[in-house]
């Protein structure tokens, strides 16, 4: 068997109990590898969502209508990870800076506020965050082929520099990434059950899908990478429409289910998100007023062109790292990608060196794996689909694309955290590869073995 063949799954499934164990174990495992960096150096942008920790204050408070949700800070860095941080320092005892500290930040980058403990505490919660994430992978794996491919493919990303890095950061990278994950492994199940062998088209499966609109709801909160879930999830309606053989129902039922995964998103991005709804009483100064007129959907736009003028604007300040053509976006995406922040990329980069051997050496192994995972994946969908199975394997294979073109067509800057929605799929491919191989290795050197005995 070549190892871009790998056999369908015939075996018996494990059972739940005995899948709990496994998840538990990555779990564990992720979070111990993770919390060793907690004490690492900080990051200049880890201040800035500290010193925005009060909205979880306002939040928690009950003030939604506070006049601080519509200052700059309030639309400029997205609320989840604000929130999170903020719980975190409350639940250790710790302060919360207030809207002053924040506007310091922004006139002075260099600003640190709290202790070396306030900074641990504030990472905490990415930690947690970024070991379920690792099991969610660890899931949409065994949902794909089998233990061992979630295995395989958790440990990849956990030991992946870039994942790692983000997964103790007190950022908006570990919250986002994780959430998408989690949505991403909920519309898994309910694809599968939609087109699998019984085509189920139950009141349930729109209820699961409801599920995922709010898991990709916090992670749009998170980072509007999360956005990312949502178009895979279309990508996905597409896929079951196109096989052929399959349940109308089952088809209209999930496309129907995923329609409520949009709205159910758009209600836990407002719900969640009071800069969406503030609308202060009393006198306004003049861009608060302006902010206060618009509707929710125009507030929503004023944020797509925040983040692009932001973008422009990191182009004009670092030119070397800008990106401004696709073949740029191409190159940088194959070397770095799946070189520096790939799985055999370096522990720390350097980003001022637009291409490095020493620093990109990696994509030379990784980036054929990853396509032999590709080519892999698209085989065992076709044995998953002959054998009346869903063909889950296509379903990665289209997330792993999808995050690939996303990318390649939208990455501003030549800088890590772009790269990190390419990271998750790309393992799960690799380990389909890996697995396949390992396999196919020990069925060659068993007869060897019997051989030499004989």
């Known amino acids: 068997m070549s190892p871009l063949e790998p056999s369908r799954p015939a075996r018996i499934p494990p059972s739940a109990r005995s899948l709990a164990s496994f998840a538990a174990v990555v779990f564990a495992a992720s979070l111990a590898f993770f919390a060793w960096d907690l004490r690492d150096a900080p990051f200049v ?12 204050d306002l939040f928690l408070d009950g003030k939604t209508n506070d006049r601080a949700w519509l200052d700059l800070p309030a639309y400029d860095l997205v609320p989840l990870p604000k929130y999170l941080i903020g719980v975190a320092l409350r639940a250790e005892g710790y302060g919360r800076p207030g809207p002053a500290a924040a506007r310091l930040w922004y006139n002075d980058t260099s600003s640190v506020f709290g202790t070396q403990s306030v900074l641990t505490s504030a990472r905490v919660p990415s930690v947690v965050l970024g070991a379920i994430g690792c099991v969610a992978i660890f899931a949409l794996g065994v949902m794909v082929r089998d233990v061992r491919v979630g295995l395989a493919a958790a440990f990849l990303l956990a030991v992946n520099p870039l994942y790692r890095l983000h997964a103790h950061r007190a950022m908006s990278e570990a919250p986002c990434e994780t959430f998408l994950y989690l949505a991403l492994v909920i519309a898994a199940w309910c694809w599968g059950r939609a087109f699998g062998p ?30 990312l879930a949502l178009m895979t999830l279309a990508a996905w309606v597409v896929l079951g429409w196109s096989l052929p053989g399959r349940s109308w129902a089952a088809k209209l039922s999930f496309a129907v289910g995923s329609c409520l995964a949009v709205a159910a998103a758009w209600v836990v991005f407002l719900g969640l998100n009071p800069f969406m709804t503030a609308r202060p009483p009393g006198p306004l100064q003049a861009e608060a007023r302006q902010l206060a007129e618009l509707s929710a959907w125009q507030r929503f736009r004023l944020l797509i062109d925040h983040r692009r ?12 790292n800008a990106l401004t053509t696709l073949p740029e976006r191409a190159k940088v995406v194959a070397a770095q990608g799946f070189g520096r922040f790939g799985p055999l990329g370096p522990a720390t980069t350097d980003s001022t060196l637009r291409y490095d051997l020493g620093q990109d050496g990696g994509a030379f192994v990784w980036l054929p794996v990853c396509l032999a995972g590709l080519v892999g994946s698209i085989v065992l969908g076709l044995r998953q689909y002959r054998a009346g199975e869903a063909p889950l394997a296509w379903a990665l294979a289209t997330w792993a694309l999808l995050a690939l073109a996303v ?6 800057m030549a800088w890590d955290r772009y790269q990190l929605p390419i990271q998750a799929p790309f393992c799960l491919l690799a380990a389909i590869f890996l697995t396949a191989s390992g396999e196919a290795i020990v069925k060659l050197v068993r007869p060897a073995r019997t051989e030499s005995r004989v």
């Open 309 to 320: 003028t932001m973008s422009q604007g990191q182009q004009k300040a670092f030119p070397h």
């Open 45 to 56: 942008d880890e201040y800035a969502y500290i010193s925005q920790s009060y909205y979880a």
């Open 198 to 227: 019984r085509d189920e088209a139950k009141p349930w499966l729109s209820i699961g899908l409801v599920a995922v609109g709010v898991a990709a709801g916090l992670s749009v909160l998170a980072k509007f990478n999360g956005l």
């Open 407 to 412: 990318v390649t067509l939208y990455i501003p």
